[in-house]
């Protein structure tokens, strides 16, 4: 029988017990509190008698010994298990326990899902929630005891690992683009690699067995970020205008940097800022710095400014041409910008007899050709640009008369004529002072 402290109630030996009956012999202090006999020892027998009462052979009494135990207590303590890859230990260290200093077995339930429980034949081995009920044994002092059930987890281990080591980049590329080695990941993989050196970011690490070990964060890396090599996105591009049109803006762009458009008269000359306004060919370019971060860029385009055409051209106006004078003093206009002799017309005149062809050539930023005809008196033109001899463009007509178109010729032939004239008058008065004379 097993007793706590240093008293013990016979009413554990029989409940309907009449204590009134009994006499305690040795183990226990005489005198009975109710049914509770105090100063017991865990180890000495309880020894009482016990009044059966009379018989026919006189008073009957019963002599009982009672071997008494002290009463053990067990308890599992809260253990703090990490997975391993072996089976858990528990021992008597990992209970509470007063009394018996018997063995202590211990017996497992898993923890299923749904909240139910799964016995175990063994120890467990895997991360998960578990229950243990320990059982200790007797002695000869103390009684056997067992536990109420310890519910417990057996903790993910942190996995060992090697953080991932020479990592490289091009500038503008992305944590995306780098390949990690198994197992590790990008914290956030749209993250640029920024600027062109060493730069350090975050990876995460998740073992095979994700069973049993934690998913490592926060994992310092460092990545090498090396220049970038530039391109274009958008080849250069440029359309031509007509002079007088507003210019054409080129086109372009670059993995990296801004461009900057420059002009030049010439593929190989100096470029500027300065967008060219007179008709021809001219070259655009198209650059982009270099920095650390990328290459420089650099290429060239040629387009044409085309000339102005007179034709149908309301804003060009060329004024009637009436006399030599006007034009002498020709102003010809684009709008409101007078027009440079030389520069954007050249002016060429030829007569033919009395009428005069003005041819207005147009150049430079101008192109198209004008003719003005006139009337001028029958006389040598002044300032006329034809070359011709006068005995090539001297031709009559069928009754003997010169056509127009050379003075000069025309001039020589009223001379003749005046001179056959006197001639005539001269012979004609000689022959009449002869009639006289006779």
């Keep these: 029988m097993t007793f706590t402290g240093s008293t013990f109630d016979l009413k554990e030996l029989d409940k309907g017990m009449d204590v009134s009956k009994v006499t305690i012999i040795s183990g226990g202090d005489p005198a009975l509190s109710g049914s509770t006999v105090t100063g017991v020892v865990a180890g000495t027998p309880l020894?009482?008698?016990?009044?059966?009462?009379?018989?026919?052979?006189g008073n009957e009494t019963l002599t009982v010994t009672v071997?008494?135990?002290?009463?053990?207590?067990?308890?599992?303590?809260?253990?703090?298990?990490?997975?391993?890859?072996?089976?858990?230990?528990?021992?008597?260290?990992?209970?509470?326990?007063?009394?018996s200093d018997g063995e202590v077995k211990f017996t497992y339930d898993k923890k299923n899902g749904d909240g139910s429980w799964t016995n175990l034949g063994s120890a467990p081995v895997n991360a998960g929630t578990y229950r243990v009920k320990a059982a200790l044994e007797e002695n000869a002092l103390y009684s056997d005891a067992e536990s109420d059930y310890k519910e417990f987890t057996i903790e993910k281990a942190t996995p060992v690992y090697t953080p991932p080591t020479n990592l490289t980049a091009a500038y503008?590329?992305?944590?995306?683009?780098?390949?990690?080695?198994?197992?590790?990941?990008?914290?956030?993989?749209?993250q640029s690699v920024g600027s062109a050196g060493t730069n350090t970011f975050k990876v995460a690490y998740t073992p095979k067995d994700t069973e049993n070990y934690v998913?490592?964060?926060?994992?310092d890396v460092t990545v090498t970020v090396v220049q970038a090599a530039n391109g274009w996105t958008e080849s250069l591009?440029?359309?031509?205008?007509?002079?007088?049109?507003?210019?054409?803006?080129?086109?372009?762009?670059?993995?990296?940097?801004?461009?900057?458009?420059?002009?030049?008269?010439?593929?190989?000359?100096?470029?500027?800022?300065?967008?060219?306004?007179?008709?021809?060919?001219?070259?655009?370019?198209?650059?982009?710095?270099?920095?650390?971060?990328?290459?420089?860029?650099e290429t060239t385009l040629a387009?044409?400014?085309?000339?102005?055409?007179?034709?149908?051209?309301?804003?060009?106006v060329v004024p009637d041409l009436k006399s030599d004078k006007d034009v002498e003093n020709l102003v010809i206009k684009d709008g409101d910008k007078e027009l440079k002799k030389g520069t954007d017309y050249d002016v060429s005149k030829k007569q033919d007899g009395s009428k005069v062809t003005v041819t207005i050539t147009f150049k430079g930023n101008y192109k198209g050709t004008v003719t003005r005809t006139y009337t001028v008196e029958n006389k040598k033109p002044s300032g006329s640009t034809?070359?011709?001899?006068?005995?090539?463009?001297?031709?009559?007509?069928?009754n003997g008369a010169v056509q127009t178109g050379d003075t000069t010729t025309t001039g020589l032939w009223a001379m003749i004529m005046s001179l056959s004239a006197g001639t005539v008058a001269l012979l004609k008065s000689r022959k009449r002072k002869e009639e006289t004379e006779e």
Aim: proline share 4%; glycine share 8%.
């Design 47 to 57: 020894v009482y008698e016990y009044d059966c009462g009379k018989s026919t052979a």
């Design 67 to 99: 071997n008494l135990k002290e009463k053990s207590t067990i308890a599992v303590n809260d253990p703090h298990l990490t997975y391993t890859g072996k089976p858990i230990t528990l021992t008597r260290d990992n209970c509470a326990i007063y009394g």
């Design 172 to 190: 503008g590329q992305f944590l995306k683009n780098i390949t990690l080695p198994e197992g590790f990941a990008w914290a956030d993989d749209t």
């Design 215 to 219: 998913t490592v964060p926060d994992i």
């Design 237 to 297: 591009a440029m359309t031509g205008w007509t002079y007088g049109e507003k210019a054409v803006s080129p086109t372009a762009k670059a993995k990296f940097g801004n461009v900057i458009f420059t002009y030049s008269d010439s593929e190989d000359g100096t470029y500027t800022d300065t967008v060219p306004t007179d008709a021809g060919t001219w070259y655009v370019k198209a650059a982009v710095s270099g920095t650390d971060n990328y290459t420089g860029l």
């Design 303 to 316: 387009f044409t400014i085309a000339p102005k055409s007179i034709d149908n051209n309301s804003q060009i």
């Design 386 to 398: 034809d070359t011709k001899k006068a005995s090539n463009s001297t031709k009559n007509d069928k």
